[in-house]
């Protein structure tokens, strides 16, 4: 099992950037694919970003393309998401997911229904 803890949410300024982290415990976490999802309000959740294990291959939403980036430290067992040029429609709150089940097709890692773990959520909040 993982534990999931999310952090570095806030408030920023539209075009701004904000780090988010999410903490894993467990001495496997280098085994586990990871996932970054949102959910704004009134919406359903959202896939964002994942990135495999190995870090070889990461996968995003058309709609963060070019602005965020997902990545891993295995040492400090942590994931990261890179978020770059807000934007007012980026606001939610921003969940992280692990599994560890590993399928060849990409489109498995873009559904939030493959992730067995889920961290608690971190709002973040760009204002226009």
């Known amino acids: 099992q993982v534990q999931l803890v999310e952090s570095g949410g806030g408030l920023v300024q539209a075009g701004g950037s904000l780090r988010l982290s999410c903490a894993a415990s467990?001495?496997?976490?280098?085994?586990?694919?990871m996932g970054w999802f949102r959910q704004a309000p009134g919406k359903e959740r959202e896939f964002v970003a994942a990135i495999r294990w190995s870090g070889s291959s990461t996968y995003y939403a058309d709609s963060v393309k070019g602005r965020f980036t997902v990545s891993t430290n295995n040492a400090k067992n942590t994931v990261y998401l890179q978020m770059n040029s807000l934007k007012p429609e980026d606001t939610a709150v921003y969940y992280c997911?692990?599994?560890?089940?590993?399928?060849?097709?990409?489109?498995?890692?873009?559904?939030?229904?493959?992730?067995?773990?889920w961290g608690q959520g971190t709002q973040v909040t760009v204002s226009s």
């Open positions: 467990g001495r496997t976490f280098s085994t586990y694919n």
């Open positions: 997911a692990a599994d560890r089940d590993t399928y060849s097709s990409s489109y498995v890692y873009r559904r939030e229904q493959y992730y067995d773990y």
